[in-house]
């Protein structure tokens, strides 16, 4: 079935890093949402995205629709321990309203 | 703010047993989503309801049925139970799916497990 590809899949990293994370397809997604669960949690919703081209932030969160509609970028400035779970992005195609999920950033953080 | 309420959180069944996962929207919101969540996977879409009907239908086993009730709230209802239906089972929510702006607000899930 369509898949959403996300990279990388886990991340150790220090605290007060920078971290990037995006997610790519083979086929044109219209709304792009970005989300982090904790375990046995929902996901949350982070940032949603709507246009191609699009940037927004959300606090140290960064995120963009890329211009082609195929993929899509997550920026974590200055992490924190609480940052710390999985984070996914997640896609909807036009007329449709399932969301297709990738398969979702692991971000470990060392103190 | 208010936000998507399930119930019940955790629930054990036996095999060949039946379920019923209820799904209160966040108020206003029209329509509504069911994912499952297998251990270490990302969520799959079940089934949505806009308006009360039926809108779009994923890989939702036969054995498992759901509806929209006239206050909103959402019901999946799942029979014969199998070891493999033990997932976390999430419910969402959104308000102008029609509109193009369909942001997917999650609730805390139901953890189910089939025994």
């Known amino acids: 079935g369509q898949q959403l590809n996300q990279s990388p899949q886990s991340m150790f990293i220090q605290e007060g890093e920078d971290v990037s994370m995006n997610c790519t397809s083979s086929?044109?997604?219209?709304?792009w949402l970005w989300y982090k669960q904790d375990p046995g949690e929902g996901p949350v919703l982070l940032i949603a995205?709507?246009?191609?081209?699009e940037l927004t932030s959300n606090g140290r969160l960064t995120a963009q629709f890329g211009i082609t509609r195929k993929d899509s970028f997550l920026n974590i400035s200055a992490s924190i321990p609480s940052d710390v779970g999985i984070y996914f992005c997640?896609?909807?195609?036009?007329?449709?309203?399932?969301?297709?999920f990738g398969q979702g950033t692991r971000l470990t953080i060392n103190p | 703010a208010a936000g998507v309420i399930q119930s019940p959180r955790h629930l054990i069944k036996e095999k060949r047993e039946t379920a019923t996962l209820k799904c209160y929207p966040i108020?206003?919101?029209?329509?509504v989503y069911w994912y499952q969540q297998g251990p270490g996977q990302d969520p799959q879409f079940l089934i949505s309801?806009?308006?009360?009907?039926?809108?779009d239908k994923g890989s939702i086993p036969d054995r498992f049925s759901a509806q929209q009730f006239s206050d909103y709230h959402s019901e999946l209802n799942m029979s014969s139970l199998e070891l493999g239906d033990s997932a976390l089972y999430f419910c969402?929510?959104?308000?102008?799916?029609?509109?193009?702006?369909?942001?997917?607000?999650f609730g805390p899930g139901t953890r189910l497990t089939v025994l």
């Open positions: 969402a929510s959104s308000l102008g799916w029609a509109r193009g702006t369909d942001t997917q607000y």
């Open positions: 086929s044109i997604f219209n709304t």
């Open positions: 995205l709507y246009k191609a081209g």
């Open positions: 997640a896609g909807s195609k036009k007329g449709a309203q399932k969301l297709v």
């Open positions: 108020p206003r919101h029209d329509t």
């Open positions: 309801f806009y308006e009360k009907m039926q809108s």
